[in-house]
């Protein structure tokens, strides 16, 4: 269960996995230090394909983006607004207690870095009110995914400006 219900800002189907990740690319050029993006969705809902292309699209060597299943959070320096800034990929699933996340740094990651966390949930009342949610679902058709965005007064002027592009992306 979701702690926060934040405002729906964007509610678009994605037709595929590459869908996915050329969304998750307008998504990741918005970005501020501080931020943070939670992937909600269950096994296989497309969170790990979204935060690839996120990161991917602002990495500038084409590097391999593997999943934090295992190490459970995976970084990556990338250069946002002349600055460098670290993406914090966290994949929460094999957390026990919130608390472990202070030990993978999750209090760093939300002063000064970029954060996508899937399975956003185990954080409980970690979790920042001030963040995207980002809901992924299996889509009316095979491969296709039904995406949700959902957050507070700063990203409703952000995706303003991107809406028409992902709109495009999806095809819709």
Known sequence: MKPVA???LIEIDLAD???TALAAGVLARLVRPGDVLALWGDLGAG???FARGFIAT???QEDAVPSPTFT???TYPVTIAGNIVD???FDLYRLKHAEEAY?????EAFASGVSLIEWPDRLGSLLPRRRLDVTLAPGAVPESRHLVLAGGSEWRARLADVEGLLRGVAGT
């Open 6 to 8: 934040p405002e729906k």
């Open 72 to 74: 459970l959070v995976q």
């Open 103 to 107: 030990e993978i740094g999750i209090e």
């Open 47 to 49: 969170k790990t394909t």
């Open 58 to 60: 602002l990495l500038p």
């Open 87 to 89: 993406i914090w990929h």
């Open 17 to 19: 996995a590459g869908k």
